[in-house]
T-cell receptor, first 113, second 115 residues
Framework: GNSVTQMEGPVTLSEEAFLTINCTYT??????LFWYVQYPGEGLQLLLK?????DKGSNKGFEATYRKETTSFHLEKGSVQVSDSAVYFC????????????FGKGTKLTVNP | AAGVIQSPRHLIKEKRETATLKCYPI?????VYWYQQGPGQDPQFLIS???????DKGSIPDRFSAQQFSDYHSELNMSSLELGDSALYFC??????????????FGPGTRLTVT
């Protein structure tokens, strides 16, 4: 079945550091890929998405590129802020009429001032 | 902008009791999804509905049932509650053309505690 593998956390960075959270996937067909963010005590918010190979999703300084050849969708940000502290989930939907999301285990990011 | 509404936000039940969680999707969204997130876990898909019909089913226990009503809101009914059912339950909604579903928007979740 479809699956998503994220780098283990937690990740602790200083403000203005570069962030990479690795995400790889296994899927049949051509899934859509997503990054969701969950702030403490809150629900899931869509951060960015990509629906086909070589698409780049971006939002709030975060970017991720859909790499079919490496089945990856790594999340990057050039300069993190304290307010970016949250749990980040990589997810895919396999389409084909079944759009349920399959999530990775999540990566907790803490940014220190 | 209107978001997905879930009620109640918090619910405390005892073992073997029943619980009903409600979800009101974003206006004009016709598809609803339910997910369960255990402590420190990733969300797991339970069930989804498109145009009031069940469209997909995941790891939902037989003790749980759900439906989508004519106004597109959805309810998740949980019976014979167990301690392991304690979790955050998310509802998400999206717009679908039947073959293509657009991105899902999540509600704030209902935190269910079973004692």
């Amino acid at each position: 079945g479809n699956s998503v593998t994220q780098m283990e956390g937690p990740v602790t960075l200083s403000e203005e550091a570069f962030l990479t959270i690795n995400c790889t996937y296994t899927a049949t067909g051509y899934p859509s890929l997503f990054w969701y963010v969950q702030y403490p005590g809150e629900g899931l918010q869509l951060l960015l998405k990509a629906t086909k190979a070589d698409d780049k999703g971006s939002n709030k300084g975060f970017e991720a590129t859909y790499r079919k050849e490496t089945t990856s969708f790594h999340l990057e940000k050039g300069s993190v802020q304290v307010s970016d502290s949250a749990v980040y989930f990589c997810a895919l939907s396999d389409g084909g009429g079944s759009e349920k999301l399959v999530f990775g285990k999540g990566t907790k990011l803490t940014v220190n001032p | 902008a209107a978001g997905v509404i879930q009620s109640p936000r918090h619910l405390i039940k005892e073992k073997r009791e029943t619980a009903t969680l409600k979800c009101y999707p974003i206006p004009r969204h016709d598809t609803v999804y339910w997910y369960q997130q255990g402590p420190g876990q990733d969300p797991q898909f339970l069930i989804s509905f498109y145009e009031k019909m069940q469209s997909d089913k995941g790891s939902i226990p037989d003790r749980f049932s759900a439906q989508q009503f004519s106004d597109y809101h959805s309810e998740l009914n949980m019976s014979s509650l167990e301690l392991g059912d304690s979790a955050l339950y998310f509802c998400a909604s999206s717009f679908s053309t039947g073959t293509i579903s657009y991105e899902q928007y999540f509600g704030p979740g209902t935190r269910l505690t079973v004692t």
